[in-house]
């Protein structure tokens, strides 16, 4: 009895580990992706800060974004090349010679001191970047099993915050131990460990018969799956990106020390985040996606809501506004992993790729525009009114999700 146990649990173990090895290489693809958005959003506008650039100078790294909001537009191209006529996928290929170039990119950018040649450095790595992350989506998609989809959302979500951990903040501290120059040859060195794993996932390929598809934006907006699912991601993201855009100045203007601003949107919003990404995976594993989408859209009114009350409270602890923005990153996190898994099962496996770029590129898109008005109307309308703003905008998705949410549930067609 007891042998035929053991037998039972290795034989599990046997099958879970190729779906254990492609998450580990999953998270190591976009821990990389992540730590190359860290480096360039935040840990190098806080080094170009420091040698005497201008901020107007610093503002122009952004642009780098850019690529990011506009990847659909050549995703039917990186797709039509990825699925072969036999049905077999280039995907590995495309990441890790992606990878390569991104590490290469690295080490030439230590030597440039101009600024124009390295922002166009920096656009040139964000095109990469946004390329790689085609391939990576569609791999994830095609190759995580429908039963561990929420792993898989978790493995994109939960790794980015190391990722970050790693651009925005690594990258900084080796810095003040050494020089720009060296602290990007190191940072590219260890994005070369984390392309290690990808070389040992071997990826399952579909009979040609089920590949005669030529990949396309059109054949992708004309799916109901698609309309639905860059409806449901522009209600959440509006909500989402305006809470999350003046988090950084409200810590300022509350007069908390650069110190504790550091200690919670570096470690503690990482590990609050990692958090959240589990505990979406986990909900995800026992609630339906429809009841877990609407819980986490709950708690991300009641956090920003409470957020509004602090703003409203010119007297409140400091340590409230500290609880309330780590709050934000685990209901962020959380927020993220369940809605991409939902994502995911909307997109069409012929067409992976495209489908899922088209919902990346909405919330992209929506955060480039969150981020510019919100200082603008904050400004404006000060902290108070923007948050009572971010709130109702939360309110509205809430109240949306009730009645959208329903195509969420039951089988899927992959058409």
């Known amino acids: 009895m007891i042998n035929m146990t053991l037998s039972q649990m290795n034989t599990n173990s046997l099958k879970r580990w190729p779906t254990i090895k492609l998450l580990i ?3 190591s693809i976009y821990a990389l992706q992540s730590a190359i958005g860290g480096l360039t ?8 800060r420091s040698e005497g650039y201008d901020h107007h100078l610093i503002g122009m790294v952004f642009l780098a974004m850019a690529p990011w909001s506009l990847k659909f537009l ?36 230590s030597q440039l001191n101009d600024f124009k040649w390295i922002l166009c450095a920096l656009i040139f790595i964000a095109v990469i970047a946004s390329t790689i992350d085609i391939a990576a989506d569609a791999l994830t998609i095609e190759q995580v099993p429908r039963n561990n989809q929420n792993w898989g959302s978790f493995a994109q979500t939960g ?11 690594l990258f900084v501290t080796l810095v003040s131990y050494f020089n720009p120059e060296k602290s990007f040859i190191i940072i590219g060195l260890l994005l070369g460990i984390l392309s290690v794993p990808l070389c040992f996932i071997k990826e399952e390929h579909a009979k040609a018969a089920q590949t005669k598809h030529t990949p396309s934006l059109i054949y992708a907006l004309k799916r109901k799956e698609v309309i639905y699912g860059l409806i449901m991601i522009s209600i959440y993201a509006i909500g989402n990106r305006l809470s999350l855009s003046m988090i950084g100045p409200l810590l300022v203007d509350s007069k908390i ?6 200690l919670v949107n570096g470690i503690g919003g990482a590990l609050l985040g990692l958090a959240g990404a589990l505990a979406g995976s986990v909900l995800l594993q026992n609630q339906t996606k429809r009841t877990s989408l609407l819980f986490i859209t709950f708690c991300k009114l009641i956090t920003v809501g409470g957020i509004t009350l602090i703003c409203l409270t010119p007297e409140a602890p400091k340590l409230w506004i500290l609880i309330s923005t780590l709050l934000l990153s685990y209901t962020s996190a959380m927020g993220f992993v369940i809605i991409y898994a939902i994502l995911m099962s909307l997109s069409s496996k012929h067409q992976a790729g495209v489908d899922f770029t088209l919902f990346q590129s909405a919330d992209t898109a929506i955060a480039v525009i969150a981020g510019i008005i919100s200082g603008y109307l904050v400004n404006l309308i000060g902290y108070s009114n923007f948050y009572f703003i971010a709130t109702s905008f939360s309110l509205i998705t809430c109240i949306s999700f009730i009645h959208l949410t329903k195509i969420t549930e039951g089988p899927k067609t992959y058409r």
């Open 74 to 109: 050549w995703a039917p191209y990186v797709e039509k090349y990825r699925i072969k006529n036999d049905g077999s996928k280039r995907s590995k290929a495309i990441i890790l010679i992606g990878q390569f170039i991104l590490i290469l990119c690295l080490f030439l950018i």
């Open 257 to 262: 020390s650069l110190y504790y601003i550091g």
């Open 159 to 169: 790794s980015s915050y190391i990722g970050i951990l790693i651009g925005g903040g």
């Open 25 to 27: 290489a999953i998270s």
């Open 41 to 48: 959003f935040i840990g190098l506008p806080a080094i170009l």
